[in-house]
């Protein structure tokens, strides 16, 4: 029961945090529209244990929009690291927020996806491991989520651009999930900065402080 009562404590205060985070973050994201002049609304949500917020409009989007993500993100991800050290600077916490503008971090998730499931359906038929294109943190924590939920074994390899996942069958121990490497991309997830500016897993060679593959792996399609 007091375990019980603990973890209702921490979620509750998980959440406030999160709801904190959020609201700077739509603070200072509507300073920077305004002075910009651009048009856009700020959706606030949580995902996981991380708040996100989102730039989002109603109807046909202001163009201009579009040069808040940049080519392969780049832009984006540079405001989204932005956006945190505006957030820590008030709590005093580092921040894991995720940033996204016009729907592009969903989009661009699905597409990675899709490259995942053909690796893994690779794999499951013919049983010898693959090796995808380089990708930065994000796009590697998303293949490394997908391969996990397919009960297969997956592993960051390679420095640098080079780096990229490779996914095989599971090990004889049945330890089926690579918890390393998908820890280490998991908030290296954040940036590609992380996800060039998707904050990572503390003391990863992913961390989302280094900068990752400028390259993304929709650019590799």
């Not at 927020?97 to 499951?124: C, F, K, N, T």
Request: hydrophobic share 35%.
């Amino acid at each position: 029961m007091n375990d019980e009562l603990l973890d209702n404590d921490e979620t509750k205060e998980l959440k406030e945090l999160l709801d904190e985070e959020g609201d700077l973050a739509a603070d200072y994201l509507e300073e920077l529209l305004d002075i910009a002049d651009l048009d856009g609304d700020i959706e606030i949500s949580s995902e996981a244990d991380r708040a996100t917020v989102s730039i989002v409009t109603e109807g046909d989007a202001d163009p201009r929009l579009k040069r808040l993500i940049g080519r392969h993100g780049d832009t984006l991800d540079a405001l989204q690291e932005l956006t945190r050290l505006s957030v820590q600077r008030e709590t005093g916490e580092r921040s894991r927020l995720m940033l996204d503008v016009l729907g592009y971090r969903d989009q661009h998730r699905q597409r990675i996806q899709e490259i995942a499931q053909e690796a893994i359906d690779s794999v499951l038929e013919t049983g010898d491991d693959y090796a995808l294109k380089p990708m930065n943190p994000f796009e590697r924590k998303v293949v490394h989520d997908a391969a996990a939920k397919a009960g297969l074994f997956s592993d960051s390899s390679g420095v640098g651009p080079a780096r990229h996942v490779v996914i095989s069958l599971p090990e004889d121990d049945g330890d089926n999930v690579d918890h390393e490497g998908s820890a280490e991309d998991v908030a290296s997830s954040e940036s590609a900065s992380e996800y060039s500016a998707v904050s990572a897993s503390s003391g990863s060679a992913d961390s989302a402080d280094s900068a990752d593959s400028p390259e993304s792996a929709a650019s590799a399609e």
